[in-house]
């Protein structure tokens, strides 16, 4: 088979030889070992298509973890087809190439994954064949805009020579974003994906999050296999994996115990994170830290901005914000603010209400404290969206909309059908009733997310979208326990 470089990465013309006489002719059609030294993965599926003169296809891909290569081919009639190379880390990226394909030339294109496909098809009954390697999915379909301007296809000069006076699109072709809005992020090669404190409940979801979207160079680790206070062990790790990004998870989050383990606390916020930073800047990583609403006091109307002034108040906040400014030495870093987390994968205040409401008919909850709860399924979605980029800086990432602890426990019991109820108190009142001593709370923890906004990130859903969904994967894991 003869390969034609077509100006784009890895994307070729394929000839197959033919040899014939009087009589016809014989072509080897499928040589897998020549198409695997392209990088095509096997036949998993083929496909075929018919079209009428004038329909145009595309621009289409799929989404990974089922991102597919194609072979593609026309069995009859005529096509123009067309390819945009979509992969970041591409010389050739934004960049496309336009094949006309018939049985009288001969000719196949090879369409590497991350490319966006399409034709169009220049007569009546023209019937384009796929191989693909990977299974189709359609609920991770995707296409950028057939005639994206940035892209500049001479679609106009196409359809003019074969005489399409309009071309013919599905209503959902007509409407797809262009390259630069698209939100999809294919890679030439994987990036590596480092987390620390797997075990947690973001660090669980972070990996779920990675996989989902078929990024497969993952180290997920815990104490035991790094304790980030041990700066041999922590340059060991990081210079051995020559991680990409780094998603700090590891923290000392026990709010109340840190007031008296100031020291311990110290160790793993601060001095831990100065040694996960040096060991980032060392190889070059992007760092993505998880901060903290407790960095502010709590005294501020309104929203807090990224830029205001910090004022913590307690042990915890200290160390979290000192560990912001050990993070802002790496200048390819990402600081993320969050509130009231919770998981599937640990302890946390959704687990509470529910395992008190087996036993008491009321609760007594605060109600002056007002945030935004923060669901680390939605917020592993956030920070693998910002692995992506290089939009570094300070960000607040919590689910829309704000409430006070007692307006989240009630919404809680709702949600789960729970008889419980909930007794709104001051901060004041619940520890004179319970006797119990806390270190300081915020009053106030509304962060406002401008800073998402303008960087183009996605905001994340209403808390009480998230309690739901939360509720039933609880539910889910219930169910599965049962059966096991």
Known sequence: ?????????????????????????????????????????????????????????????????????????VISGKAIDVVVDMREDSKTYGK????????????????????????????????FRYFVDN?????????ILWNDKALDIPWDEILNEYGIEKPILS?????????????????????????????????????????KRGETEILAIDIDEMDITNRDSVFDVIKNYQPDVIFHCAAWTQVDKAEDEKDLCHLVNVVGTKNITDASIEVGAKLIYLSTDYVFDGTKEGLYETDDTVNPKSVYGLTKYQGEEEV??????????????????????????????ENHDTLNVVNDQIGSPTYTVDLARLLVDMSYEEKYGTYHATNEEFCSWADFAKYIFEVNGKKTKVNPVSTEEYLKLTGT?????PFNSKLSKASLDEAGFDRLPTWKDAVERYSEELNQ??????KK
């Not at 994954?113 to 023209?126: K, N, P, Q, Y």
């Not at 001593?437 to 709370?441: D, E, P, S, T, V």
């Open 328 to 357: 802002r030495r790496n200048p390819k870093h990402y600081i993320t603010r969050i509130s009231w987390v919770f998981g599937i994968n640990g302890k946390n205040f959704i687990k509470t209400m529910l395992s008190l409401s």
């Open 437 to 441: 001593k806390q270190a300081y709370r």
């Open 171 to 211: 209503s959902k072709d007509e409407v797809r974003e262009p390259l630069e809005k698209s939100k999809i992020h294919f890679r030439k090669t994987k990036q590596k994906y480092l987390i620390t404190g797997v075990k947690g409940q973001l660090g669980y979801d972070l990996v779920r999050e990675l996989e």
């Open 1 to 73: 088979m003869k390969k034609i470089e077509t100006g784009l990465e890895d994307c070729y013309i394929i000839e197959p030889d033919r040899f014939g006489d009087d009589r016809g002719y014989f072509s080897p059609y499928y040589i897998e070992k020549e198409y695997q030294e392209l990088g095509f993965q096997g036949i998993v599926q083929a496909n075929e298509s018919m079209s009428s003169k004038g329909v145009i296809r595309g621009l289409h891909f799929q989404k990974d973890p089922k991102c597919q290569a194609k072979i593609v081919e």
């Open 96 to 127: 496309w190439t336009k094949v006309l394909l018939s049985p009288e030339n001969n000719r196949r294109l090879y369409v590497p994954r991350g490319f966006a496909h399409g034709f169009v098809s220049l007569e009546d009954h023209t019937k």
């Open 477 to 482: 894991a219930k169910v599965l326990e049962r």
């Open 135 to 143: 299974d189709y999915a359609p609920n991770l379909e995707g296409g």
